[in-house]
């Protein structure tokens, strides 16, 4: 079992930034693939930047946040991050991470088994 807990989220301007942070624990993979997804009231879950670790990181960003989001982690303190920059109305949605061992999709959400609750990010024009 993996736990997740994000934080960071909150209501900010159009321009301006937020950093969300995904605490984990539990078990440990050698080879594992970490994500930030969203979702708007009345859309589909969509993938916004995911990494995976194996001998090497893979890094992997959807268009729509390319230039703007920023995935990373810190190994030390087992937390996966999402800076998000020049933030948009349209970013206004739940974030939530995922975590699981190798996934060979990391921007779909059906390839994760572990879950956060998710935390709110507003943007306001």
């Known amino acids: 079992q993996v736990q997740l807990v994000e934080s960071g989220g909150g209501s900010v301007q159009a321009g301006e930034s937020l950093r969300l942070s995904c605490a984990a624990s539990g078990n440990t993979y050698r080879r594992y693939c970490m994500g930030w997804f969203r979702q708007a009231p009345g859309k589909e879950r969509e993938g916004v930047a995911a990494m995976c670790t194996g001998a090497e990181i893979s890094y992997y960003t959807a268009d729509s946040v390319k230039g703007r989001f920023t995935i990373s982690q810190d190994n030390a303190k087992n937390t996966l991050y999402l800076q998000m920059n020049s933030l948009k109305p349209e970013d206004t949605a739940m974030y939530y991470c995922?975590?699981?061992?190798?996934?060979?999709?990391?921007?779909?959400?059906?390839?994760?088994?572990?879950w956060g609750q998710g935390t709110q990010v507003t943007v306001s024009s």
């Open positions: 995922a975590a699981d061992g190798w996934v060979g999709n990391p921007l779909k959400s059906y390839q994760y088994n572990y």
